[in-house]
């Protein structure tokens, strides 16, 4: 099982342009999640889904976008990028509806916007 | 609402000290409690949980246990180690519910 991807690795933008990340999860997780990472201010959660061809909105989505049409894969996109996206992006993954289910998350994407 | 609590860092030690992390929870219901870690460079990954008052939850040597009356999950560890480095995250998932809420995270450096 290689659990929880994520691709690319490191990616610098320009101010204005697009890009899409992908994560892929191999656990048949129903519940999948983005987060962004900044220092001092922990994990942000700004989409997840609940199941395939579902997404909703976390606590910061301005700026970016989602979709899950396959229920291993949840995309996360950058239309216009801005500088203030410049942050490192986790995926996670759970199991279902249960307290006892921990997330599982991924290596993570470094994005750089100039 | 449902919050995390923790101590900021970070957190500096030497080899061999005891640790404490503190961690303080406000929740309805009954939640989960968590304690995840960030090794440098890599994704959260979970140390350990609790999912009942009085349960303890322990992995490598780190304990934690969950407790309703003061709302406190303190994570602990006898004797830190080097490769104990790393940033930690408590966090809660309650009842019902499938949205972890994270503490801002307590980074620590243990030293030779």
């Known amino acids: 099982n290689a659990g929880v991807t994520q691709t690319p690795k490191f990616r610098v933008l320009k101010t204005g342009q697009s890009m899409t990340l992908l994560c892929a999860q191999d656990?048949?997780?129903?519940?999948m999640y983005w987060y962004r990472q900044d220092p001092g201010m922990g994990l942000r959660l700004i989409h997840y889904?609940?199941?395939?061809?579902?997404?909703a909105k976390g606590e910061v989505p301005d700026g970016y976008n989602v979709s899950r049409l396959k229920k291993q894969n949840f995309l996360l996109g950058l239309e216009s990028a801005a500088p203030s996206q410049t942050s490192v992006y986790f995926c996670?993954?759970?199991?279902?509806?249960?307290?006892?289910?921990?997330?599982?998350f991924g290596p993570g994407t470094r994005l750089t916007v100039l | 609402g449902n919050s995390v609590t923790q101590m900021e860092g970070p957190v500096t030690l030497s080899e061999e000290a005891f640790l404490t992390i503190n961690c303080t929870y406000t929740?309805?219901?009954?939640?989960?409690l968590f304690w995840y870690v960030q090794y440098p460079g890599e994704g959260l990954q979970l140390l350990l949980k609790?999912?009942?008052?009085?349960d303890k939850g322990s992995n490598k040597g780190f304990e934690a246990t969950y407790r309703k009356e003061t709302t406190s999950f303190h994570l602990e560890k006898g004797s830190v180690q080097v490769s104990d480095s790393a940033v930690y995250f408590c966090?809660?998932?309650?009842?019902?519910?499938?949205?972890?809420?994270f503490g801002a995270g307590t980074r620590l450096f243990v030293k030779a």
């Open positions: 996670a993954s759970s199991q279902g509806q249960s307290s006892y289910n921990e997330q599982f």
């Open positions: 656990m048949n997780h129903e519940y």
């Open positions: 889904s609940v199941g395939e061809g579902t997404t």
């Open positions: 929740a309805t219901g009954y939640p989960s």
């Open positions: 609790a999912t009942k008052a009085d």
């Open positions: 966090a809660l998932l309650n009842t019902g519910g499938f949205k972890t809420i």
